[in-house]
């Protein structure tokens, strides 16, 4: 599910009815803002029961406005499985883990009980 980053302050355009794995959010988020980044990126996972790839950009544009990076992979359970130090570009790679996914939404169906609605856009 391909998101960009002002989507990530909007659940209701990322919720998961089962259908997808993972969420992907690709970003120009400040670095002054980067608390916020990190953790709604664990709260899309938590609640949507699903992996989440952040990427953001680093360094500095030519506005003179700051980039920290901090792009982070996060587990269903909102662990941080990727999270590098802020301010460096890196490249990393990481396995998902279908089953554990799969069978933690088996234990923990929390996606069933969400309302019903559609989004009208």
């Known amino acids: 599910m391909p998101q960009i980053c002002y989507d990530l302050r909007f659940p209701a355009f990322s919720r998961n009815h089962n259908e997808y794995d993972l969420l992907i959010y690709v970003a120009n988020w400040p670095k002054p803002r980067r608390n916020p980044w990190r953790t709604l990126l664990q709260a899309r996972a938590i609640e949507n029961l699903a992996y989440v790839a952040g990427v953001n950009r680093v360094g500095v ?60 856009l």
């Open 61 to 120: 544009d030519g506005s003179g406005l700051a980039y920290s990076g901090d792009s982070l992979l996060v587990d269903f359970m909102g662990e941080r499985l990727i999270d590098q130090v802020p301010d460096q570009a890196f490249v990393e790679t990481f396995t998902l883990d279908a089953r554990a996914l799969n069978d933690f939404r088996e234990r923990f169906p929390a996606w069933m009980d969400a309302d019903a609605f559609d989004l009208k």
